[in-house]
């Protein structure tokens, strides 16, 4: 049990993740709590190379950091809260959803062109089947691959080919320069040399330079409030994404904070919790709830409260993105749970319901084709 006065609170221990928890924390201490931050090593983690729909169960993030609540051994746990399966056992509560984040996702590319300018067949990046299935809704020509790691990772792979190329035209061209010498008559082709130009890279692209290259990436995806809290947003060009076309993951841009139901979770939430937050990403999980979607399923579902009402715009694709279901609806601040509810049910009756199946059936005949190549190392 924790020392009285200070809050211990489990976080995964990915840099985004620490990240994210400290924001928790300097809330909490913001409100006089002492705090302690406990990093749990998740199944999510040790499956680094897996992509998500394929770890079998949702909240692969999430488990075991829950468990160290309810065990007792730790007094919350901070949660990204679109990695939150929507069932939780019954003595646990969200105790707090802190004022949430960007919700959206960005497109990264090395020299800044918008998804409108990629050329035709560029390769896009993405680890989830949301963002494939509406980046192929939009440009069907677009060749989309899976795109695995932490945020670092993922944009170090997008940046690997340009640096590469560009050092390796330098190299040249300072060999050239070396063998005319002599010719008053030459102009090089770059003013600096190649140790002068590696020196002003960042250490996020001399790490790129580093990477051996799978995958040419023209372009990348990523949830914005990743990338900021990442703290590597102003190293890359990027365009935000429409979410009226390009609709969120459920919770996306969200934190929350776990803990047994009591005077704990009571305490946190008064604290910290932003109410207008809660009612959005509770409008979110409970539509995906009633669809049953999970993360085996491309389903956006984005929520905004304006006034006495919560916009609600739901976007439910094959996994090709060539059938989708969508909707929006105005749902009553005061009722707005029972109202999601509803709304999901007459979704689920236009055809939500039968794509959502089609991509469960879909997971499954792939987790049954996973070869030895698509398996972690060493699992």
């Not at 809330?27 to 002492?34: G, W």
């Not at 069907?140 to 993922?154: A, K, M, S, Y």
């Not at 040419?216 to 365009?239: F, K, N, P």
């Not at 919790?273 to 539509?287: A, L, Q, W």
Request: aromatic residues 4%.
């Amino acid at each position: 049990m924790r020392t009285r006065g200070t809050l211990r609170l489990a976080t995964r221990g990915s840099t985004l993740a620490r990240r994210q928890a400290s924001l928790v924390e300097e809330a909490l201490e913001d409100r006089r709590y002492e705090v302690e931050l406990v990093t749990v090593e998740t199944t999510g983690d040790q499956i680094r190379d897996e992509l998500i729909h394929r770890l079998g169960k949702t909240g692969a993030f999430v488990r075991e950091l829950d468990e160290r609540v309810l065990e007792g051994d730790l007094d919350g746990a901070v949660h990204s809260m679109k990695d939150m399966p929507t069932e939780q056992p019954l003595e646990l509560v969200t105790a707090a959803v802190p004022e949430r984040g960007p919700p959206g996702d960005v497109l990264i590319t090395p020299d800044g062109s918008t998804l409108e300018e990629l050329p035709e067949g560029a390769t896009v990046g993405t680890s989830s089947l949301r963002r494939r299935a509406q980046l192929l809704s939009e440009r069907p020509d677009l060749e989309v691959e899976p795109l695995r790691g932490n945020v670092d990772t993922r944009l170090e792979k997008l940046l690997a080919p340009s640096l590469q190329e560009e050092h390796q035209g330098r190299t040249e061209a300072e060999k050239e320069r070396k063998e005319n010498a002599g010719d008053d008559d030459y102009e090089p082709e770059y003013d600096r040399t190649v140790e002068e130009w590696f020196d002003d890279l960042s250490e996020l692209e001399r790490q790129a330079m580093e990477r051996e290259v799978e995958t040419e990436y023209d372009a990348i995806v990523l949830a914005q409030s990743g990338l900021e809290r990442s703290g590597l947003a102003h190293y890359v060009d990027y365009q935000e994404l429409p979410t009226g076309t390009f609709v969120p993951a459920p919770g996306q841009g969200a934190l929350a904070v776990t803990a047994r139901d009591g005077e704990t979770a009571r305490d946190i939430q008064s604290a910290i919790d932003f109410p207008r937050s809660r009612v959005e990403t509770t409008v979110e999980r409970t539509i995906l709830a009633e669809l049953g979607g999970g993360c085996i399923a491309p389903v956006g579902i984005y929520a905004v409260v304006q006034g006495e009402y919560v916009h609600a715009t739901v976007n439910v694709f094959d996994r090709d993105g060539e059938e989708s279901v969508e909707g929006s609806r105005d749902l009553p601040v005061e009722t707005h749970a029972e109202a999601a509810r509803e709304f999901a049910r007459d979704l689920a009756d236009r055809g939500a319901a039968d794509l959502i199946e089609a991509a469960r059936e879909d997971t499954e005949s792939d987790e049954g084709d996973v070869s030895a190549e698509d398996k972690p190392e060493g699992k």
